[in-house]
């Protein structure tokens, strides 16, 4: 079992930026590929971000390529989100997700656990 626990929304304005974390605990965390995932009001959940099991390789959505940074810390069993240059389309809650298998699963089925999502809301 591993527990994954989000942290680092809240209120920004255009154009701001935000670092969100996610920290593991339970199994070996170097173990999974991590990924972030997010849920806009309405809309079914969609990949982010999503980065390979030693940090090494990482892959993007088109729509935050260029804006968003995922980076992992093995040593501390944290993931995180780097987010620049936001945008009113990038409100959504946003979520953390392990992969045993498969690093950059571009869905959301086939994911081992999930933390409980950090609220970002991006006023214009």
């Known amino acids: 079992q591993v527990q994954l626990v989000e942290s680092g929304g809240g209120l920004v304005q255009a154009g701001d930026s935000l670092r969100l974390s996610c920290a593991a605990s339970g199994r070996t965390f170097s173990n999974y590929a991590m990924a972030w995932l997010r849920q806009a009001p309405g809309k079914e959940r969609e990949f982010v971000g999503g980065i390979d099991w030693s940090g090494s390789r990482t892959n993007y959505a088109d729509s935050v390529k260029g804006r968003f940074t995922v980076s992992r810390d093995n040593n501390k069993n944290t993931v995180y989100l780097q987010m620049n240059g936001l945008k009113p389309e990038d409100t959504a809650v946003y979520y953390c997700?392990?992969?045993?298998?498969?690093?950059?699963?571009?869905?959301?089925?086939?994911?081992?656990?999930w933390g409980q999502g950090t609220q970002v809301t991006v006023s214009s």
């Open positions: 997700a392990a992969d045993r298998t498969r690093w950059g699963r571009p869905n959301e089925a086939g994911y081992d656990y």
